[in-house]
């Protein structure tokens, strides 16, 4: 098993930043591909950006040059870096992994909430 927990999210202006972070636990494998996704109300749940265990990464287009995902394989800890917020980055965000070229991922954190106020 592999605990995921967020941290990070809250209230934040239009045009602010906020930064998410998601500390990994347990038997966690490698190596491994971890993900940020969001799912705002009535919305289908969307991935935001992923990181490989050797710090590939990979990102929506809504939020490219905005967004930067980052990783502390020593930590074992994830990071979501968003910057020039808007209103519609309002979700909560989710931080998942999975083993590397795997289709589904594997275990999920249970979120963290975004709002962005015009």
């Known amino acids: 098993q592999v605990q995921l927990v967020e941290s990070g999210g809250g209230l934040v202006q239009a045009g602010g930043s906020l930064r998410l972070s998601c500390a990994a636990s347990g038997r966690i494998f490698s190596p491994n591909t971890m993900g940020w996704h969001r799912q705002a109300p009535g919305k289908q749940r969307e991935l935001v950006a992923t990181?490989?265990?050797?710090?590939?990464?990979n990102y929506a287009d809504s939020v490219k040059g905005r967004f930067t995902i980052s990783r502390d394989n020593a930590k074992n800890t994830v990071y979501l870096q968003m910057n020039s917020l808007k209103p519609e980055d309002t979700a909560n965000y989710y931080c998942?992994?999975?083993?590397?070229?795997?289709?589904?991922?594997?275990?999920w954190g249970r979120g963290a909430q975004v709002t962005v106020s015009s």
């Open positions: 990181i490989t265990s050797g710090g590939s990464t």
């Open positions: 998942a992994i999975k083993r590397v070229g795997a289709y589904a991922y594997d275990y």
